[in-house]
């Protein structure tokens, strides 16, 4: 299965800065991924779809002027978190697929905290 | 749209027994994946068990099994032999096959307890 590393795992910053988390496809080429956020006791609620070499799509209700996303290649997508506030604290998660009758690799998460 | 419902927010377990998860499923879609992912208070999200659509018998996976009822639209997760580390959050998921690389739809999910 493919295995997808997401980095940083653990991020505190401050009100107003942006933070970037990156995603990586470590052992397939991976055209699509998706961003999921999820609020303490939540489900995961998709965000946007990452498409490399072209715009994400968002979700209604997620800002894309907010949350940045970049897919510059097959094996890396990162989400930016711009002028973070305390309302962005959440738990933040790619995923990929490479076939469409097999789960879904997630990577592992990223727990964000804004002070 | 596709729709996933848990009705369970909490569940408890004695330790050794089986306990059994429910996920109700709404698509339109004729061929779709029903999936069940297990998440520890670290966050990863660990996947325990797939069923297709069209697959005629109920997947098994180790302790896991899924009690799949296409007419009634349910996909229960069966786990046997409860153990204290199956304590975790339990989601099921669902997408369909015929759209290209599409995301998973959640439900809400369960909280499992395992007691001793």
């Known amino acids: 299965g493919a295995v997808v590393s997401q980095h940083p795992s653990r991020v505190i910053c401050k009100s107003g800065t942006s933070v970037k988390i990156e995603c990586r496809s470590l052992d397939f080429q991976a055209t699509t991924m998706f961003w999921y956020r999820q609020f303490p006791k939540q489900s995961l609620m998709l965000m946007a779809t990452s498409n490399e070499g072209s715009k994400a799509t968002y979700e209604q209700g997620v800002e894309k002027d907010k949350f940045l996303i970049n897919h510059a290649s097959l094996t890396l997508s990162t989400l930016t978190v711009t002028s973070a506030h305390p309302e962005d604290s959440s738990f933040y998660i790619c995923s990929v697929t490479d076939r469409v009758d097999t789960e879904a690799f997630f990577g592992q998460g990223t727990r964000l905290t804004v002070v | 749209a596709q729709k996933i419902t848990q009705t369970q927010p909490g569940m408890f377990v004695q330790e050794k027994e089986a306990v059994t998860l429910d996920c109700t499923y709404d698509?339109?879609?004729?061929?779709?994946?029903l999936f069940w992912y297990k998440q520890p208070s670290s966050g990863e999200m660990i996947f325990l068990i797939y069923q297709g659509s069209y697959d005629e018998q109920n997947a098994t996976e180790g302790r896991y099994s899924l009690n799949f009822q296409k007419a009634r639209k349910s996909a229960n997760l069966v786990i046997s032999a409860s153990q204290l580390g199956d304590s975790a959050m339990y989601f099921c998921?669902?997408?369909?096959?015929?759209?290209?690389?599409?995301?998973?739809?959640f439900g809400k999910g369960t909280r499992l307890s395992v007691i001793a």
């Open positions: 698509t339109s879609d004729q061929s779709y994946g």
């Open positions: 998921a669902m997408r369909d096959h015929h759209s290209g690389n599409t995301p998973l739809v």
